[in-house]
C-alpha cells in the first residue's frame, strides 16, 4: 500500500475509561473527528493505484447500529478495516477505541474451524486476557447468550453456516468491546440464521454498544438507525433510512408496463424515477418511495444520461401464465432420505411456463436435494419427478437453463470464450449478447468483473440456448439495488418469452418479484402461495419508545421474539395483552402500534413452529 505513514494519537480517556485512538493522515484531525465518539471521517484508502476509497465518513454512535450498505467492490470491506485498524488511510481521520476495546469479524470470519466452539472462545478470550474462572464465567454465559448450548465439544467445521458465524461474532463480543465492527456477517447464511443474527445484534447494540456492519441486504440497511450508501469507493447518501428516502431526489412512479427512461422491475410491475421538472407518463400512478427506490435512483445518478435498465422490455404489460398450461417440472410426492436422514418428504412442486416460482427455505431444509431430484441427478426414494413430462434425463436437462451459486464461469476466459463455451456445448451456434453491458464486456477476463456484471454474464451464457425451464440458485447474492433490479428484468423477460424459472433466494424482499412461493422447513412444504397470500392476516405489534433499549430488553426477557428495525421495535404475531403486561411490568410506557407483518416476520414464525395463513 502506497501513502504516507498514519501517526497514532493518544488522547485523554474518555466515557466507559476508554482510550480512543486517532490515526490522522493529511493534517490535523478534522473537527468532526476529534468531537465524535467513533468513526472515519474524510477516509481515502488507496491500494497501488487503485483510490478504494475516496473522501468517505462514517460516525457510528454508541447504542445503536449504523450500516454501510453497498455492492461487492464498492468499498464497504475497505472502510470497515480501516475503522477496525486494519488497513492504514492515505488520507483522514479514525477514531476508534483501543483494541482491547474493540471486536472487528471479518469476511473470512475468523473461526478456527479444527477447534471446537469452547476452544474458539477460549482462544479469543484469552487474547483479550481474560483467564481462569473469569473466563470460564464469561464462556459460560456467551454460550446461553448466542443459543449455542450443547455444541460446546463440536468443531467449528461441523456447524452450520448460521451457527458458526454467530460464534465469530461471540468470539468478538467476549470481552464487551465499546464497538463491534462486523463485515458483511450475514452475507451466505440462510433467513431464519440472518433473523437471529440481528436479534443478537439488536440486544449487543441495547447494551451500549456501538455496531457498525457492512451488507448488501437493503431490508438489513432498513433496519439499522443510520446507513451509509457507497458506490465505486464514493458515498451517495447517508443518514437514517428515512432521512435517505426524504432526500431523493425527484419521485419514483409505478406502472403495469415498462414508460421508457429510468425504468426497473418491482415484482410483476414496473417503477420508474422521473427527476424533477420532468413529464410523467401517462399510464403511471406515483409509488410511495422506499429505501430499495433511493439506492437505486442514486446508482442511475451515476450513469450516463438516457441509460435504461437492461433489456426494457416491450412496453406491453406482462401477460399473466396460463393456468391451464403443463408443467414443464412436476413434483409429486417426493421423499429422499440419506441413511436414516429424511432429506425430503410428501413435497409437491409444479412450474409452469411464463411464471417464476421462488423454493424459500433455510439451510438443510431440503432446497438443494429437491432440485437435484427434479433434474433427475437424485433419484428420490419416495413419489416422481417428471421434466417437460417425461422422466428426468440428460436430453431433457438439454432443455433447462442453470445458474449455480459460483455462477460457473471461468475467471481465466474472457466473457466471449465462456459465452462461447456454454452455447457449444449446448450445440448451439455462437450469438452476440442482447445484454448491452455483456457485449461491450466480451473482450475482459471475467474475473476483472465487478461480481453484478459477472452475474449477467452467467445470465448471458445460460440463456444462450434459449432453455424452456431456468433454475436460478441465488441469483441476486451479493449485488447492489441497481443490479438486483437489472437481474429480475432478465429474469421477468424470460418468464414473458414463454421459459418457467424456479429461483432460490435467501433475499426475503425478493418473494415480493415470484408469482408462487414454496417454503420448506425440515424437508416439508410448510406453505405455499404468494408472499402475501403466506403473511396472510398475520399482525406485527410494534413498539414505539425513547430510548428503545429498555423496551427491548424488558420484552426479550418477557420471552417475545423481538426484532428492531432502525429505532422501532417489531414482535411478529404477538398478543398485544401480553406485549403490554411485560412493559408495564418493567415500568416502561411505549406506544403500541399494530402492523402488518413482512414475509420475512412469517417465514421467521413458520420456523420457529408457528402457523399462519396460506
Request: proline fraction near 6%.
Amino acid at each position: 500500500m502506497t501513502g504516507p505513514t498514519a501517526p497514532e494519537r493518544q488522547p485523554t480517556s474518555t466515557g466507559r475509561g476508554i482510550t480512543p485512538v486517532d490515526v490522522s493522515v493529511g493534517g490535523p484531525a478534522a473537527e468532526a473527528g476529534q468531537n465524535a465518539r467513533w468513526g472515519v471521517f474524510g477516509l481515502a484508502v488507496r491500494y497501488g493505484h487503485n483510490l478504494a476509497l475516496d473522501g468517505v465518513t462514517l460516525e457510528v454512535p454508541a447504542g445503536i447500529i449504523t450500516a454501510v450498505v453497498g455492492a461487492d467492490g464498492s468499498g464497504k470491506s475497505t472502510l470497515l478495516k480501516a475503522l477496525a485498524g486494519a488497513v492504514r488511510p492515505e488520507a483522514g481521520v479514525v477514531r476508534r477505541p483501543d483494541r482491547l476495546h474493540l471486536g472487528f469479524v471479518s469476511t473470512d470470519r475468523g473461526v478456527y474451524r479444527d477447534l471446537t466452539t469452547v476452544e474458539n472462545l477460549s482462544f479469543a478470550g484469552r487474547a483479550y486476557g481474560l483467564r481462569d474462572e473469569a473466563l470460564d464465567e464469561k464462556i459460560e454465559a456467551t454460550l446461553r447468550r448466542i443459543g449455542l448450548v450443547g455444541a460446546e465439544r463440536r468443531l467449528a467445521a461441523r456447524l452450520s453456516g448460521g451457527m458458526r458465524q454467530k460464534l465469530a461474532v461471540a468470539m468478538a463480543l467476549l470481552h464487551d468491546p465499546a464497538l463491534l465492527v462486523l463485515d458483511e456477517p450475514t452475507t451466505g447464511i440462510d433467513p431464519l440464521s440472518r433473523v437471529e443474527l440481528w436479534e443478537l445484534i439488536a440486544e449487543i447494540a441495547a447494551d451500549g454498544t456501538a455496531v457498525a456492519l457492512a451488507t448488501s441486504y437493503v431490508d438489513e440497511a432498513e433496519r439499522a438507525t443510520r446507513v451509509l450508501v457507497l458506490s465505486q469507493g464514493r458515498q451517495l447518501a447517508s443518514g437514517a433510512p428515512e432521512e435517505i428516502v426524504a432526500a431523493m431526489p425527484g419521485t419514483v412512479w409505478t406502472s403495469d408496463r415498462w414508460l421508457g427512461g429510468r425504468s426497473w422491475r418491482r415484482g410483476a410491475s414496473w417503477r420508474t424515477w422521473i427527476d424533477a421538472g420532468a413529464v410523467v407518463p401517462p399510464g403511471a400512478t406515483r409509488a410511495d418511495a422506499d429505501l430499495e427506490d433511493a439506492l437505486v435512483v442514486a446508482e442511475l445518478q451515476r450513469e450516463p444520461a438516457g441509460a435504461t435498465l437492461g433489456t426494457a422490455g416491450t412496453g406491453a404489460p406482462r401477460a399473466a401464465a396460463d393456468p391451464g398450461a403443463a408443467p414443464l417440472l412436476t413434483v409429486r410426492g417426493v421423499g429422499r432420505r440419506f441413511g436414516q436422514l429424511e432429506a425430503l418428504a410428501d413435497v409437491d412442486l409444479d412450474v409452469k411456463p411464463g411464471e417464476v416460482v421462488g423454493l424459500i427455505g433455510a439451510n438443510g431444509a431440503g432446497k438443494t436435494t429437491l432440485i437435484r431430484i427434479a433434474l433427475g441427478v437424485v433419484r428420490p426414494t419416495a413419489g416422481e419427478a417428471s421434466l417437460f413430462g417425461e422422466a428426468p434425463s440428460r436430453e431433457m436437462r438439454r432443455r433447462v437453463g442453470y445458474v449455480p451459486q459460483g455462477l460457473g464461469l471461468y475467471d481465466d476466459l474472457t466473457v466471449a470464450e465462456n459465452l462461447s463455451f456454454v452455447a457449444r456445448s449446448f450445440g448451439v451456434a455462437d450469438a452476440p449478447a442482447t445484454d448491452p453491458e455483456v457485449a461491450s464486456s466480451r473482450d475482459r477476463l471475467v474475473g476483472e468483473l465487478p461480481l453484478g456484471l459477472r452475474r449477467r454474464v452467467a445470465f448471458a451464457a445460460t440463456l444462450s440456448h434459449r432453455p424452456e425451464l431456468l433454475v436460478l440458485d441465488e441469483p441476486t447474492s451479493g449485488v447492489g439495488a441497481l443490479a438486483r433490479a437489472r437481474l429480475w428484468e432478465v429474469i421477468r423477460a424470460a418468464a414473458e418469452g414463454g421459459s418457467g424459472v424456479l429461483v432460490t433466494t435467501h433475499y426475503m424482499s425478493e418473494a415480493s418479484q415470484c408469482d408462487r412461493l414454496v417454503v420448506l422447513m425440515a424437508g416439508r412444504a410448510a406453505a405455499r402461495g404468494t408472499a402475501a397470500e403466506i403473511a396472510g392476516g398475520l399482525v406485527t405489534q410494534e413498539v414505539l419508545a425513547e430510548p428503545w433499549d429498555r423496551p427491548f430488553r424488558a420484552l426479550k426477557d418477557a420471552g417475545l421474539p423481538v426484532a428492531l428495525a432502525g429505532r422501532r421495535i417489531r414482535i411478529p404475531g404477538a398478543d398485544p395483552t401480553r406485549v403490554r403486561a411485560a412493559l408495564a411490568d418493567a415500568g416502561i410506557a411505549a406506544e403500541l402500534r399494530p402492523s402488518p407483518a413482512t414475509f420475512e416476520e412469517a417465514f421467521v414464525l413458520l420456523a420457529r413452529g408457528g402457523k399462519v395463513a396460506g
